[in-house]
């Protein structure tokens, strides 16, 4: 079987095929040594090691200290937060089929570590119910 293709720039589609074939790969490595795990988490395993196969490590953007404030504007501030930091994770998702995961994981990358980390957990969820559906993969 030949292995997927190394170029930088791929569509969604192509994205999928490539995730298709190392999940495939993963799971025939994993029958020849007798461990069984659940399909999610074997896609999880294999999403995780295709971005970060494809994406350099990045250092963490630097934390400014936030100057001190009533328990009232830190919950206000939270709510504000975190209803971006939804919109961002929803924007960064859409991106990811559209463009694809690449370039939706480099956005993150620039954003916080939290999303970054929101990114994978939903795109596993996503990408995992799309194989799913395609039928490239049995829901147990």
Do not use: C
Not at 24 to 41: H, L, N, S
Not at 64 to 70: K, R
């Amino acid at each position: 079987m030949q292995e997927p293709s190394q170029k930088t720039e791929k569509t969604p589609e192509e994205e999928i095929r490539e995730l298709e074939w190392l999940l495939a790969e993963k799971r025939k490595t994993m029958e020849e040594k007798g461990i069984e795990k659940e399909p999610k988490e074997v896609f999880r395993e294999v999403f995780k090691e295709y971005v970060g196969a494809k994406k350099p490590l990045l250092p963490p953007p630097a934390v400014q200290l936030p100057a001190a404030v009533s328990d009232e504007q830190k919950r206000q501030a939270d709510e504000l937060k975190q209803k971006e930091r939804h919109e961002q994770l929803e924007h960064l998702i859409g991106i990811s089929f559209e463009k694809g995961l690449l370039d939706a994981v480099t956005l993150a990358e620039n954003m916080t570590p939290w999303l970054l980390d929101e990114l994978h957990d939903r795109l596993v969820d996503e990408y995992y119910q799309k194989l799913v559906q395609s039928q490239k993969l049995k829901e147990f």
